[in-house]
């Protein structure tokens, strides 16, 4: 009869697997890389495949290890929701939910929301992570995130979604540029003037130089910069407009200096999604969190 897996083991593949090394793997679980190793070549044995390939900086899983890191989240997530869901008889919702998101979300209501949530519930522990909008999506389907929030656009096929807030872009300026004056703008208003790229190769790059493309124009910023704040320090600096979630960019740094207005575009209003694994996957904690989600997307957007 074949020996059944040691839930230990197990979490403490997906430590080295998650980051790419043994003794890092090790100072995470709080053990001694010696006894790491021991568990991993007991894995080994058990299933008769190597699992991990030492690589330049570390390791990475061999094919047969990319199945079992898969299986092992599963597996390690229905134990976490079988403890919640028993849990919640006695002590309500709790538990950890990791949460991956795009920036802009982070940057505006997603850390208001989570707040809410956890005033309710304050023995839960929420993670909140930064990732680019595909890579929302892919650490959700790999079972590495419990939720994202991304924007509509991106392909999330085969993960449920659920409808979460909007975001609305508009061009941020200093308050004497020449297009100032005007109530709202154009995409091919905004294109001879010098211009603040955010994040390069983000959601927002690429939808963009989609939009010029369509227009036969180019999309070349003066500069391009990592962060929605940085752009708008950039902006007050008189460097350049920028194309900015109106959300996000109410409030900058050199706000006194600055006007926003509206990007009078059909795309200019962004739908965002909360995705996830299948219903049955789900903790009890993270349903609750998905389900406030749900019903925050109808309350006010926080004062910035």
Request: glycine share 6%.
């Amino acid at each position: 009869m074949p020996r059944e897996f040691d839930p230990v083991s197990l979490r403490l593949f997906v430590a080295i697997c998650e980051e790419g090394h043994i003794a890092r793997a090790a100072q995470r679980e709080a053990l001694v890389p010696s006894a790491v190793s021991k568990r991993l070549a007991a894995l080994e044995a058990q299933i008769g495949a190597p699992l991990l390939l030492r690589a330049r900086r570390g390791v990475e899983p061999t094919p047969a290890g990319h199945a079992l890191l898969r299986q092992s989240r599963e597996l390690l997530a229905a134990m976490e929701r079988m403890h919640a869901e028993l849990s919640d008889f006695a002590a309500g919702v709790q538990g950890s939910v990791r949460v991956v998101a795009s920036a802009s979300v982070l940057a505006g209501w997603l850390p208001d929301d989570v707040a809410a949530f956890l005033a309710q519930h304050p023995q839960v522990r929420v993670t909140l992570d930064e990732r680019a909008g595909q890579d929302v999506v892919r650490e959700v389907r790999e079972g590495a995130a419990d939720l994202g929030v991304t924007w509509d656009r991106i392909d999330s096929r085969g993960l449920p979604q659920r409808p979460y807030r909007r975001d609305h872009l508009g061009v941020a300026m200093l308050a004497g540029h020449p297009l100032a004056q005007r109530d709202s703008l154009r995409f091919a208003d905004l294109l001879d003037h010098p211009q603040v790229g955010i994040v390069p190769g983000g959601q927002l790059d690429r939808l963009l130089r989609q939009q010029a493309a369509l227009l036969g124009r180019d999309y070349a910023p003066r500069m391009q910069v990592a962060s929605l704040e940085a752009g708008a320090r950039i902006v007050a600096a008189g460097l350049g407009l920028a194309i900015l979630p109106f959300e996000v960019a109410v409030s900058p740094i050199g706000a006194s200096r600055m006007v926003l207005r509206p990007l009078a575009e059909d795309w200019a209003e962004r739908h965002l999604v909360v995705v996830s694994r299948e219903e049955r996957w789900l903790s009890a904690t993270t349903r609750a969190l998905a389900s406030h989600l749900d019903s925050r997307r109808r309350s006010p957007a926080p004062l910035t």
